[in-house]
């Protein structure tokens, strides 16, 4: 059964870079997973942010960021402002049409 | 501009089934693919199948396997998500999501969404 981490929470303060990470239970995670981050406020529908782990979404802001750091992909904002106050979500690919959301951060901005 | 909407809220109960539609318009509904997502009441996103607008071709989460179906209507360019056999802990929000149309399409991601589909599931 494949686990897809993210930080329970974190926090950030107005103005301040943060980066959030999507791991593998067992394993890294590399490009070969196509990660894709989502954006999600309460009572919204998911919003992409970023797609095979470095392209922006039409219309996301150039402070929201993809990348990979070590063995996992990471979502950078740098320069939070309080309106990205959010729930982040990484997806993986695992291949053969089959994909795994992570448990999701919540970020805090304050 | 590319729109799905999904039919309204449902209650159920446990032992039933629901089926939950996604009208898609604003692009070419079989060169694409589309994904069914929930959420669980305070919960994250839970991933639970994809089906190919192109060719039916359908993957499902292992743990619904059995429970539930993926198909659709070309004709109307209309995706379905039908769930059976309800318990309590099937009451979420359910999404649908836009994505690729193969297994080995070059993408991987879900780039426009529903907005979601209530099914409450109580005696």
């Known amino acids: 059964q494949t686990v897809v981490t993210q930080e329970p929470s974190f926090s950030v303060s107005p103005g301040g870079t943060v980066t959030l990470t999507c791991g593998l239970s067992?394993?890294?995670?590399?490009?070969?997973?196509?990660p894709s981050w989502y954006q999600q406020t309460p009572g919204q529908a998911p919003r992409t942010l970023i797609y095979?782990?470095?392209s922006r979404s039409s219309g996301v802001p150039d402070r929201f960021s993809g990348s990979i750091l070590g063995n996992k992909a990471a979502l950078t904002i740098t320069g939070a402002q309080a309106d990205d106050e959010s729930d982040y979500y990484c997806?993986?690919?695992?291949?053969?049409?089959?994909?795994?959301f992570g448990g999701g951060t919540k970020l805090t901005v304050l | 501009q590319v729109q799905l909407v999904q039919s309204g809220a449902e209650v159920k109960k446990p032992g039933a089934s629901v089926k939950v539609s996604c009208k898609a318009s604003?692009?070419?509904?079989?060169?694409?693919?589309i994904s069914w997502v929930r959420q669980a009441p305070g919960q994250g996103l839970e991933w639970m199948g994809w089906?190919?607008?192109?060719?039916?071709?359908?993957k499902y989460a292992q743990k619904l396997q059995g429970r539930v179906t993926m198909i659709t209507d070309r004709s109307t360019s209309t995706a379905y998500m039908e769930l059976r056999s309800l318990g309590s802990d099937d009451t979420a929000v359910y999404y649908c999501?836009?994505?690729?149309?193969?297994?080995?399409?070059?993408?991987?991601?879900?780039?426009?969404w529903g907005q979601g589909t209530l099914v409450t599931v109580s005696s």
């Open positions: 999501a836009r994505g690729p149309h193969s297994y080995n399409s070059g993408w991987y991601y879900f780039d426009y």
């Open positions: 604003g692009y070419t509904f079989t060169s694409y693919g």
């Open positions: 089906i190919s607008a192109y060719n039916g071709n359908t």
């Open positions: 067992s394993g890294s995670v590399s490009t070969s997973y196509y």
């Open positions: 095979n782990t470095i």
């Open positions: 997806v993986l690919y695992m291949g053969s049409g089959i994909w795994v």
